[in-house]
């Protein structure tokens, strides 16, 4: 399976084209890509306020004191690009609170976009290092974690960019509640191999997979994305990796 391709979010990030390289975390992308159009910066600079995070205040005891309405459970999708498969979980499970980091501007016009077309309430979003976020919320505040397709950072000397990290690991047992899942998906063979490799030996977590269609075809109700689209298309084959935070 090659890692070369043309997607954005699936190349080296340099310094010509805008790469942020956060010391104090491991969440690195470019910041801004195509001009935004004007409705598109029209709601970054009004509708994103009413909905951001502000992690420089302290967290709330609970996190659902962050959405207008009560919440069964609270979800965490980091680095969700377009949006797409957070916008559909947050209209499948109105009663289930979604929070969305993503450092990218473009990926969060996408959002706001969506958000507005679609009223969607239950959705909060952090445009900043996820690691920081993970910081900044309770312990066991969360119900699940979602990463799906992230940079594969596939260059040796860039792996300690990549997102999952036995640091990162540690602080999503943290986050998550006791039996609650962090869901990895990506069609890079190798961070697959990596990200199962930190997760077992982490004594917090234990891999669900019980038989090969566990990883090898998507969970249920699970929403295919662009990138996902176009992996299938060119013959790369995703794995959907599903791992339960330990009581």
């Known amino acids: 399976m090659s890692v070369a391709n043309s997607d954005p979010r699936h190349r080296d990030a340099s310094p010509d084209d805008g790469a942020v390289a956060h010391s104090h975390g491991s969440f690195f992308g470019r910041r801004k890509g195509h001009k935004l159009r004007i409705h598109q910066a029209d709601l970054i600079e009004h509708l994103l306020p009413r909905l951001a995070l502000d992690i420089a205040k302290p967290s709330p005891p609970d996190l659902a004191e962050l959405f207008d309405a009560p919440a069964e459970a609270i979800r965490l999708e980091i680095g969700f690009g377009g949006g797409e498969h957070l916008i559909a979980e947050a209209r499948t499970y109105p009663t289930i609170a979604f929070i969305g980091c993503e450092p990218y501007v473009n990926g969060m016009a996408k959002i706001l976009t969506q958000i507005e077309a679609h009223n969607v309430g239950n959705v909060r979003l952090f445009a900043g290092d996820a690691t920081e976020l993970l910081a900044w919320a309770p312990s066991r505040s969360l119900a699940r974690i979602d990463l799906i397709h992230p940079d594969p950072w596939p260059k040796r000397r860039h792996w300690k960019r990549r997102f999952v990290q036995d640091a990162t690991v540690a602080a999503m047992a943290r986050a998550l509640?006791?039996?609650?899942?962090?869901?990895?998906?990506?069609?890079?063979?190798?961070?697959?191999?990596?990200?199962?490799?930190?997760?077992?030996?982490?004594?917090?977590?234990?891999?669900?997979?019980?038989?090969?269609?566990?990883?090898?075809?998507?969970w249920r109700g699970y929403t295919m994305t662009r990138y996902g689209r176009k992996a299938e298309r060119e013959g790369r084959q995703a794995a959907y990796l599903r791992f339960r935070r330990m009581s």
Do not use: M
């Open 177 to 218: 509640k006791p039996h609650g899942e962090f869901r990895f998906v990506s069609d890079i063979d190798d961070y697959c191999a990596w990200t199962l490799a930190h997760l077992q030996r982490s004594p917090d977590f234990v891999w669900t997979a019980e038989r090969a269609a566990d990883w090898r075809l998507p």
